[in-house]
């Protein structure tokens, strides 16, 4: 091994290597993200509602999960979800905001809390955390028996 390369891994010249890995990473998960805006809708928003949101949206505010509630000029409502776009993920203070449906709480989402009410819960059917009654994993069971001929 020679000197020149024991030199190449001095601590400033690793710290440099480390800095430029870290900024090809950096700009290939931009890009990334840039393409994923364009293409796909089930990521928060696209390209097109982030143009739109932009140019005609008036944030009327946002929810406990983080959810962003827009509203254009003519009256019309949508929805920029914090993460995962899913429909049950907005809670019951903006639900009917969102449908038009007019009643005492339309503009007050700021809902009195009791003790004995659950927080909001997004639709968990199909997941781990699905709620199943009797449920016991481990032990399947028929319901009935098996015919057996007895010939």
């Known amino acids: 091994m020679n000197n020149e390369s024991i030199n ?6 690793f710290s440099l290597i480390l800095f430029i890995q870290f900024e090809i990473e950096n700009k290939n998960f931009i890009m990334l993200t ?20 932009i140019l005609f949206g008036k944030l009327k505010g946002t929810d406990h999960l983080g959810n962003k509630y827009y509203e254009s000029k003519n009256g019309k409502r949508w929805v920029i979800y914090a993460a995962e776009i899913d429909a049950s993920k907005i809670p019951v ?7 038009f449906t ?3 709480i339309e ?5 009195k809390k009791y003790d004995w009410q659950k ?3 997004e639709n968990l059917t199909g997941t781990d955390s699905a709620y199943y009654p ?3 994993k481990d032990a399947i069971q028929k319901k009935y028996k098996s015919w057996k001929n007895k010939t």
């Open 8 to 13: 190449l891994y001095t601590k400033t010249n």
């Open 107 to 111: 503009n007050n989402h700021e809902l």
């Open 93 to 99: 203070e903006w639900y009917s905001w969102i449908h």
């Open 134 to 136: 009797n449920k016991n």
């Open 119 to 121: 927080p909001h819960q």
């Open 34 to 53: 840039f393409i994923k805006k364009i293409f796909t809708w089930w990521n928060r928003d696209t390209f097109g509602t982030r143009i739109k949101t």
């Open 102 to 104: 007019h009643n005492k």
